[in-house]
């Protein structure tokens, strides 16, 4: 008889965390070795516990997930780690999988085909919600990205800052009006819908740096 797959589970939801506990102590093919608010948490309960694979949310309070993962990854844990949360964007689903995420569920998954998950998961496979993959699909399949301008990286840059539009335009002797159309054709070129998503991608992708552009 195998052992069972040994479960960390990470979400500063407690009530997410009851539901996902009772979902897999009712099983015996799963052991639930611990759950944990956030990224640190979930690092320290990681190195005592030796789960076989981790759920992974992502926006946490504190250390959020793609931090999480990578550090674990980087650390040479031999967890898999299984994203389990509500976000489908690029601006989620990329970081996460760069870091070193296994699979990538979403919350609305029915039971089954989260056990399914963890299972391969555990195994070593990649698995990924349909929306997931059909949206990295239609990133592998899209012409080469357009690169932002130097007017749109500006303006980027001082959203990163936390500066107001009407600030940007005072600083670059323009009309608001006009850093808000920089900024649609920011998002655009990103794959995004908002600055923090825009913010969040140039970092990833190194458009913009800490402390500067």
Wanted: glycine share 10%.
């Amino acid at each position: 008889m195998s052992l069972p797959i040994r479960l960390l589970i990470v979400d500063d939801h407690p009530v997410v965390r009851d539901g996902l506990r009772g979902m897999f102590t009712g099983d015996p093919d799963f052991e639930v070795v611990g759950e944990a608010r956030d990224g640190a948490e979930a690092l320290a309960l990681a190195a005592n516990s030796r789960p076989d694979v981790v759920l992974m949310d992502l926006r946490m309070p504190g250390m959020d997930g793609v931090t999480a993962i990578g550090r674990l990854v980087g650390s040479g844990s031999p967890a898999k780690v299984l994203v389990l949360t509500t976000y489908d964007t690029d601006a989620d689903v990329l970081p996460a999988i760069e870091a070193g995420a296994t699979g990538y569920l979403l919350k609305d998954a029915p039971r089954e085909e989260l056990v399914r998950a963890v299972r391969a998961a555990a195994r070593g496979e990649a698995v990924l919600s349909p929306s997931v993959a059909g949206r990295l699909m239609g990133r592998l399949r899209a012409p080469a990205e357009e690169p932002l301008s130097h007017r749109e990286l500006e303006v980027l840059a001082m959203v990163a800052k936390g500066t107001s539009n009407r600030e940007a335009a005072a600083r670059l002797f323009i009309s608001e009006a006009t850093v808000k159309t920089h900024l649609l054709h920011v998002y655009a070129k990103l794959g995004v819908n908002d600055r923090a998503a825009a913010v969040a991608v140039a970092y990833d992708r190194g458009l913009l740096t800490p402390g500067g552009r």
